[in-house]
Nanobody, 117 residues
Framework: QVHLVESGGALVQAGGSLRLSCAAS????????LAWYRQPPGKQRELVARIFMSSGDTYYQASVKDRFAISRDNAKSTADLQMNNLKSEDTAVYYCQAILGRDPPKWGQGTQVTVSS
């Protein structure tokens, strides 16, 4: 089993920065990639960024590509999301997802990011 815990969500003014962290525990050797999703109020959950643990290859949603950066620490089994120049449309609950080798993806409980304009 893999267990994920997100942290770092907060209320921030537009133009500000936040760093989210996702910490994985349990059978972390089975994690192929860690991803950050978000769910804005009244909208569907969407993929924000993903990083593959072995290669470090990354993917970003177009709307955040120049503002967000995902990184990982294999030794600690963590994935951070550095968010800069935050906009009101970035307001959402942010979730960490672990893509596993054989089992269905695992999700964290989410952390709230609110950007005030």
């Amino acid at each position: 089993q893999v267990h994920l815990v997100e942290s770092g969500g907060a209320l921030v003014q537009a133009g500000g920065s936040l760093r989210l962290s996702c910490a994985a525990s349990g059978n972390t050797f089975s994690i192929i990639a860690l991803a950050w999703y978000r769910q804005p109020p009244g909208k569907q959950r969407e993929l924000v960024a993903r990083i593959f643990m072995s290669s470090g290859d990354t993917y970003y949603q177009a709307s955040v590509k120049d503002r967000f950066a995902i990184s990982r620490d294999n030794a600690k089994s963590t994935a951070d999301l550095q968010m800069n120049n935050l906009k009101s449309e970035d307001t959402a609950v942010y979730y960490c997802q672990a893509i596993l080798g054989r089992d269905p993806p695992k999700w964290g409980q989410g952390t709230q990011v609110t950007v005030s304009s």
